[in-house]
């Protein structure tokens, strides 16, 4: 699986922006997809995550009421929903596909994209 996210930009706070990434490969709707992001100097965080039905997500609490994720099977395309957005969601942003239960460890995450940055200016 390649995985190849857009999307990101500049963007002043209490903006919105909404990433994508791009799957290659058939087997996109058997994956759980991710978000995970790493700010300059600090380590990478998870963001979200959805299950290959769409009907189970998880978020990181810095996220939650904020972000939404979701996905299109038909398009091989998973969508972060980014609203409210602060200063210190500034980062590169990763998306990622495993096979397991929506998580927050990027280590049951198997494929990882190229990232997409994200500026939030005060």
């Known amino acids: 699986v390649q995985l190849q996210a857009s999307g990101g930009g500049l963007v002043q706070a209490g903006g919105s922006l909404r990433l994508s990434c791009v799957a290659s490969g058939r087997t996109f709707r058997s994956y759980t997809m991710g978000w995970f992001r790493q700010a300059p100097g600090k380590e990478r965080e998870s963001v979200a995550a959805i299950m290959w039905s769409g009907d189970w997500t998880y978020y990181a609490d810095s996220v939650k009421g904020r972000f939404t994720i979701s996905r299109d099977n038909t398009e091989n395309t998973v969508y972060l929903q980014m609203n409210s957005l602060k200063p210190e969601d500034t980062a590169v942003y990763y998306c990622?596909?495993?096979?397991?239960?929506?998580?927050?460890?990027?280590?049951?995450?198997?494929?990882w994209g190229q990232g997409t940055l994200v500026t939030v200016s005060s």
């Open positions: 990622a596909a495993g096979s397991g239960a929506p998580s927050g460890r990027g280590t049951d995450y198997d494929y």
